[in-house]
């Protein structure tokens, strides 16, 4: 995985970049909009960490660019302002996610994990959670090769909750996820699957209840 | 002594004015009463004194020489009859010689004093009523007589009262007149202040936009215009300072998080056991740094003079309670805390940023405040037409006589625990305030730890002004959905 990382601070650049080689990552870190462009034209990259606040063009006005030119890299922005309309603005822009400085290390590679994963889901089947490998085309999933058994609604669930690591969704979401056109099924439902899910993931991920919004899956690197 | 009433009741004016005119103007029209009157009068006077001298030229035309030479009056009876005919007053006469004795008449009637005209007239009382009389002097061989015709004001008094209430009902009238036209005067000179008074009365508190000068009067133009400029300078400040804030907080946060993330990868780097004990203090005190940078210039920026420049726009609090509920599951977990939400429906105009930090801050004491194994719930919605939001904990609780002072910045309460920068009640009571919202601190349900509310204003009321209305802080918690 090729990351490449534009921030023109040199104390915080150059943490992310080792962040992001320590989580396995070939990452670069260039200071300006310009060596970007000029990076990005040379190679490809799986993941793209902009800072808003740039000298000259700022990270906005390069992430409109790329999506302008087609480039479909999954980007997360960093930003030291706090302003929400910011957040709608990069999100608007085509920016991918949204992180505010300052950031905790786990929190960054999480979002990065996830990042990759959401673009890896559209172009390739096959997709990893911690120690989870999921095959979406076969609807299955293994841990360390063990193929798990799961039933069509367990496997729904995951599915679900998967794709939306690190968020938490909402049972409703959960529910209509199962839900067949012929069967009324009640809400306590989710939670007995979702009961049944963690028994069968064990240590491989951690499902989080969090009363009155949800159920949000996490690794267990970024649980702890 | 000319201070007290001045204090009591405002310069107007409007009352200067009116008093300054009114004054004048009834001093005009009494004149003008008086001279009416004393015009109407004088004729009346003259020809009623006259037929009174026709009279006495009458009476003195019967006097004549007896036998004697004494003088006598040969009035036959009818004559005086005739003489003393009058439908409303008495006629009175008296013939006297120079010695004053009587020769014919009422005795005792009082004389007109002599005067420099010949009959002379006078004003006296008679058997005890008002008269008006004349007296007639007229040289004889017997010497001077004296005879004086008079007779009761009866109808003098009539016509004078006529008149006086006639021209009195015409002036009063006129002032009426006069006065309505100064009122009006008045209120009509005073609009366009009236208008500028008004202007300034319905602008927002946070409107600095300047007065408009062209409807402005010439006389208040020079304060419309100091006023302007006043708006302009508190403008510039309130935004200079707010770029100021937003820059300091930009310039501070990049250099935190390095420092932060550096440290934190050092920590993890277990090759370099030796400074891993070192390092994790750092980051502890980085982390400190960063919070209270963090709170500080939050607190500054929900200042009010920092918000004159804030929009406040439709916020969604079941967005901000989701936003803070999803940000800290990681955190509350670590804690042993059940962390919960119950959302419904509520907006409210506000900053959206303020509010999330603002509740954060709330849910983040809740969060380090709660024993492991209890809830800590954030709820938002609406009560009787006021929305609110809401962090309940089941922790230690705050003694209420901490309650008010753990609002205060930099006071932290007896039962808090861990490194907190004592900002964040601070910050929660600044929000508060920006929104008009008021903040109900209580038990938390179940008698146990604490519940902190903020209230805000009913949709339907006006929106809140800023640095009109202070947050204010109630411990009763009587209202709770």
């Known amino acids: 995985m090729r990351a490449l990382v534009v921030e023109d601070d040199p104390l915080v650049g150059d943490a992310v970049r080792r962040a992001l080689t320590a989580g396995g990552y070939a990452a670069d870190h260039v200071a300006s909009a310009e060596a970007a462009k000029s990076a990005l034209h040379a190679e490809d990259f799986d993941l793209l960490i902009v800072d808003i606040g740039l000298p000259k063009e700022d990270g906005m006005q390069l992430v409109r660019g790329l999506r302008a030119r087609g480039k479909v890299v999954p980007v997360l922005m960093l930003t030291a302002r706090d302003g929400l309309s910011d957040r709608v603005t990069a999100l608007d822009l085509g920016a991918d996610d949204y992180l505010t400085k300052p950031f905790q290390v786990p929190e960054l590679l999480a979002r990065c994990r996830a990042l990759i994963r959401r673009a890896n889901s559209i172009a390739s089947p096959l997709i990893t959670f911690g120690g989870l490998r999921f095959d979406l085309a076969h609807k299955e999933a293994s841990v360390g090769g063990q193929k798990l058994e799961l039933t069509h609604r367990e496997w729904s669930i995951l599915e679900c909750l998967v794709l939306n690591a690190g968020h938490i969704v909402s049972k409703e979401k959960l529910l209509s996820s199962i839900a067949n056109w012929n069967e009324d099924i009640s809400p306590n439902a989710v939670e007995v699957y979702v009961s049944r899910l963690r028994t069968k993931l064990g240590q491989a991920a951690l499902i989080r209840a969090v009363r009155g919004m949800g159920y949000r899956i996490d690794e267990i690197s970024t649980a702890k | ?481």
């Open chain 2, 1 to 481: 002594m000319r201070s007290a009433p001045q204090s009591e009741r405002p310069r107007s004016i409007r009352r200067r004015l009116f008093a300054l005119l009114l004054l004048p103007s009834v001093l005009v029209l009494a004149a003008g009463t008086l001279s009416d009157y004393f015009t109407a009068v004088t004729p009346f006077r003259e020809a009623y004194d006259q037929s009174l001298i026709d009279g006495a030229l009458a009476v003195a035309a019967n006097v004549h020489m007896d036998a004697n030479g004494e003088p006598k009056l040969t009035l036959p009876p009818e004559a005086v009859a005739i003489l003393r005919a009058d439908s409303s007053d008495t006629i009175y006469f008296r013939v006297s010689d120079s010695t004053g004795a009587l020769i014919a008449g009422d005795a005792n009637l009082p004389e007109a004093p002599r005067s420099h005209t010949n009959p002379s007239r006078a004003d006296a009382r008679f058997l005890d009523e008002p008269i008006r009389v004349v007296s007639y002097r007229t040289y004889t061989n017997a010497g001077m007589l004296t005879i004086s015709v008079a007779e009761t004001t009866h109808k003098r008094d009539g016509v004078r009262t006529n008149i006086l209430s006639s021209s009195l009902a015409v002036d009063l009238m006129e002032l009426g007149i006069v006065l309505a036209v100064i009122a009006i005067g008045v209120r009509l000179a005073l609009a366009p202040l009236r208008e500028v008074r008004e202007q300034i009365a319905q602008r927002s508190a946070r409107d600095l936009a300047p007065l408009p000068l062209e409807r402005v009067p010439v006389e208040i133009r020079s304060i419309v215009e100091t006023l302007n400029r006043l708006f302009n300078t508190v403008s510039e400040s309130a935004t200079a300072q707010r770029r100021f804030l937003e820059s300091a907080a930009h310039q501070l946060r990049t250099p935190l998080t390095g420092i932060q993330a550096q440290l934190e990868l050092m920590a993890a780097d277990e090759a370099d056991a030796s400074k891993q004990q070192r390092l994790a203090l750092m980051l502890e005190a980085a982390r400190r740094l960063a919070h209270t940078t963090q709170q500080l210039l939050t607190l500054a920026r929900s200042d009010e003079a920092a918000n004159l420049r804030w929009e406040l726009v439709d916020v969604n609090l079941a967005v901000i309670v989701e936003n803070i509920v999803a940000d800290r599951v990681v955190t509350a977990d670590r804690a042993g805390v059940d962390l919960g939400a119950e959302i419904r429906p509520a907006a409210v105009k506000g900053v959206g940023w303020l509010l999330n930090e603002a509740v954060g801050n709330l849910a983040n004491n809740a969060i380090a405040h709660a024993p492991a194994g209890t809830q800590v719930t954030v709820r938002c919605g609406v009560h009787q037409g006021a929305a609110f939001v809401e962090v309940t904990d089941s922790g230690g609780g705050i003694p209420p006589e901490e309650r008010e002072r753990v609002f205060e910045r930099f006071v932290r309460g007896s039962n808090a625990r861990g490194t907190g920068s004592g900002l964040g009640l601070a910050i929660v009571r600044e929000v508060a305030q920006l929104h008009g919202a008021t903040i109900d601190m209580d038990r938390g349900p179940n008698g146990e730890g604490t519940s902190v509310t903020l209230w805000f204003p009913v949709v339907s009321a006006p929106p809140p002004r800023a640095y009109a209305s202070t947050a204010s802080i109630s411990f009763a918690g009587a209202r709770r959905p």
